[in-house]
């Protein structure tokens, strides 16, 4: 009973949250942003593009993720692609961050391919970890060639955020050129690694996936290439959406440090599908990128696009409704893992309940 009410309470403050902060940041909404908004024409023909492009980086997506699938030896089809796929976009809307769908992808392929179980979680594994290099690729390129305001106060954040991102791609790609292209030494430093104190559980569970890849390097760098059009299209998207609103909302090159930025934040495992952190993020960038101030709310730019978020994921409920027993079975234990703890869900021995396995 005690269990069931803090299952209860938990998924209360899930939903919550992320409800009470998007309250908070309409309420800060100026009215003069308001009447703004009101007063002039919408260009629907914008938002309706802003939907096309954004379905089209989700297809991008689900196909990056088959690439990675096949090349691990396990047989998946773009169409089984696209329906898992959806269905796992589904899921990211009823828990923290992307947890929930990443997990019924791996234990669906897990269930189906039982001999192939720990290369289906790294596939998974290895796709988001693709996307968000590709986000940290996007926020370079777009520090790089952005020309942030004269003010000092308006600037302050982007030397520091430009530091940060330049310190993890530097790491992220020495780790990722040494596990995808290193010998067997790679693997005996693995091994090693796994057993130190603090990074040992890290090494543990981010070596193994990576390493799988050793033999296909061009698929990965592939996975690259496709991440960095998916997250392209998404700030193209919310651009879209922006220029639908507001006769003059910041830049495309502004929207390409904001949305990246804002998508990293999102992805964090906070709220379902980053909702409020999305909001809360662009509404900052919103008032320190662009050079020339604008009266557009980044708050209500940030909504819209959740809209159109939502609108791709009603597609995964016609993929849910006409799912079969294998695909329900393999998400009511994604949503019991989720609730348990997500990441730790995914790294027990419950992922395959009729034969134990890690899938680290």
């Known amino acids: 009973m005690q269990s069931t009410a803090k299952k209860y309470f938990v998924n209360l403050v899930k939903f919550a949250f992320p409800i009470a902060l998007v309250s908070f940041l309409v309420w800060r909404i100026e009215p003069e942003q308001w009447e703004q908004l009101t007063t002039q024409p919408k260009n629907y023909w914008l938002l309706a593009a802003a939907l096309v492009v954004a379905l089209g980086a989700m297809s991008m997506s689900f196909a990056r993720w088959c690439v990675?699938?096949?090349?691990?030896?396990?047989?998946?089809?773009m169409l089984e692609a696209f329906r898992l796929g959806s269905i796992g976009y589904l899921l990211s809307f009823v828990s923290a961050g992307s947890v929930g769908g990443d997990l019924f992808k791996a234990i669906f392929l897990a269930k189906r391919r039982p001999g192939k179980r720990v290369a289906a979680v790294a596939s998974v594994f290895v796709d988001r970890g693709s996307g968000m290099y590709g986000l940290l690729l996007l926020?370079?390129?777009?520090?790089?060639?952005?020309?942030?305001?004269?003010?000092?106060e308006s600037a302050i954040d982007l030397p520091k955020i430009k530091i940060a991102t330049a310190v993890l791609i530097?790491?992220?790609t020495t780790v990722l050129?040494?596990?995808?292209?290193?010998?067997?030494?790679?693997d005996r430093l693995i091994s090693w690694g796994s057993t130190l104190p603090v990074i040992g559980p890290v090494v543990k569970t981010i070596g193994p996936p990576l390493r799988m890849f050793h033999h296909h390097p061009f698929a990965f760098g592939l996975s690259i290439l496709m991440s960095l059009g998916v997250q392209g299209m998404l700030v193209i998207s919310m651009y879209l959406?922006?220029?639908?609103?507001?006769?003059s909302p910041p830049t495309l090159a502004d929207h390409f440090v904001i949305v990246p930025i804002g998508m990293l934040a999102s992805a964090l495992p906070i709220t379902p599908a980053g909702m409020g952190v999305l909001e809360?993020?662009?509404?900052?960038?919103?008032?320190?990128?662009?050079?020339?101030p604008t009266e557009a709310s980044g708050t209500l730019v940030a909504l819209v696009f959740e809209i159109v978020k939502v609108v791709m994921a009603v597609i995964g409920t016609v993929f849910y409704w006409t799912a079969g027993a294998e695909v329900r079975e393999s998400i009511e234990q994604a949503e019991e893992q989720s609730e348990e703890g997500g990441e730790e869900g995914a790294d027990s021995d419950e992922i395959d309940g009729a034969d134990p396995q890690t899938g680290s």
Do not use: K
């Not at 959406?241 to 006769?247: F, K, L, S, T």
């Not at 809360?280 to 020339?292: C, D």
């Open 280 to 292: 809360l993020v662009v509404e900052t960038l919103y008032r320190s990128v662009p050079a020339i």
């Open 139 to 152: 926020v370079a390129a777009g520090l790089l060639f952005s020309n942030p305001p004269a003010a000092a």
């Open 170 to 172: 530097a790491v992220g």
């Open 68 to 77: 990675l699938v096949r090349c691990q030896g396990i047989e998946l089809s």
């Open 177 to 186: 050129a040494v596990l995808i292209l290193g010998g067997r030494s790679i």
């Open 241 to 247: 959406v922006a220029r639908g609103m507001y006769a």
